[in-house]
């Protein structure tokens, strides 16, 4: 079955870098379609950026537009999160999710497989 593993999460100031890595097994990657989420103390999960299983196509929400890229690596199995000029408000536990033939889904009751996250910090 497919599992998803992130890591690459930690403390920072405001204005750094991080990039989020997440490790997929169990399954053909290039078929899925990849999802970055993540959830701040007490709010809901939220979207963050979308990387189709077919072509180049990203989507990301207006929250880490311009600052956030998403990435993959076919043969690594492996997709990205490289986020830049971090705010307080970034401040979440960071999710990878998995659905396979996915074109694009900005809501998380469409992926079936999750990773266990990975924390993300950012001071004032």
């Known amino acids: 079955q497919v599992q998803l593993v992130e890591s690459g999460g930690g403390l920072v100031q405001a204005g750094a870098s991080l990039r989020l890595s997440c490790v997929f097994s169990?399954?053909?990657?290039?078929?899925?379609?990849m999802g970055w989420f993540r959830q701040g103390p007490g709010k809901e999960r939220e979207f963050v950026a979308f990387?189709?299983?077919?072509?180049?196509?990203?989507t990301y929400a207006d929250s880490g537009k311009g600052r956030f890229t998403i990435s993959r690596d076919n043969d690594k199995n492996t997709i990205y999160l490289q986020m830049n000029s971090l705010k307080p408000e970034d401040t979440a536990v960071y999710y990878c999710?998995?659905?396979?033939?996915?074109?694009?889904?900005?809501?998380?009751?469409?992926?079936?497989?999750w990773g266990q996250g990975t924390q993300v910090t950012v001071s004032s």
């Open positions: 999710a998995a659905d396979r033939w996915r074109t694009y889904s900005g809501l998380y009751s469409q992926y079936d497989f």
């Open positions: 990387s189709s299983w077919k072509g180049n196509s990203t």
């Open positions: 169990g399954g053909t990657f290039s078929t899925y379609g």
